[in-house]
């Protein structure tokens, strides 16, 4: 995970940005996991809304913009929410499986509270960096 030299992760020519213990200059140079950590802490300086649609578009936007240069980011994830956290198949897609893992009695047809928007970015973050790191040490 991120971690940072003071309580505030910030950019600017006299700020340096630490993360996992070394100085980071150029945010290309964060791995996927590191890059996702930081969008999780502050998603408002990158996206303007801030909520788990919001959160999902930049998500999938970013997966079909890294699968141009490699690897997409959510290559296998909906696969491994299905064996981790589903314990069988779905035909949902990786959000709705998400939400149906965190909220499993809710219409998703239904708007989302605040409180359940918290839940449910909560767990998706805590999911995805769970995965990357499986992913990171498998490959």
Do not use: C
Not at 14 to 40: H, M, S, W
Not at 97 to 121: F, M
């Amino acid at each position: 995970m991120v971690q940072e030299s003071s309580d505030r992760t910030t950019y600017g020519p006299q700020q340096q940005l630490t993360v996992n213990g070394r100085v980071v200059t150029d945010p290309n140079d964060l791995t996927e996991r590191e890059f996702i950590a930081l969008f999780a802490k502050r998603s408002g300086m990158y996206i303007v809304r801030t909520d788990v649609r919001s959160v999902i578009n930049f998500l999938n936007g970013y997966d079909a913009a890294a699968g141009r240069h490699g690897r997409p980011l959510l290559d296998g994830f909906r696969e491994w929410l299905m064996a981790n956290y589903l314990g069988h198949h779905s035909s949902l897609a990786w959000w709705a499986l998400i939400e149906s893992i965190v909220l499993p009695d809710r219409d998703l047809a239904e708007a989302l509270t605040p409180e359940q928007e918290s839940q449910v970015l909560e767990f998706l973050f805590d999911v995805l960096d769970k995965f990357l790191a499986e992913r990171e040490t498998a490959g």
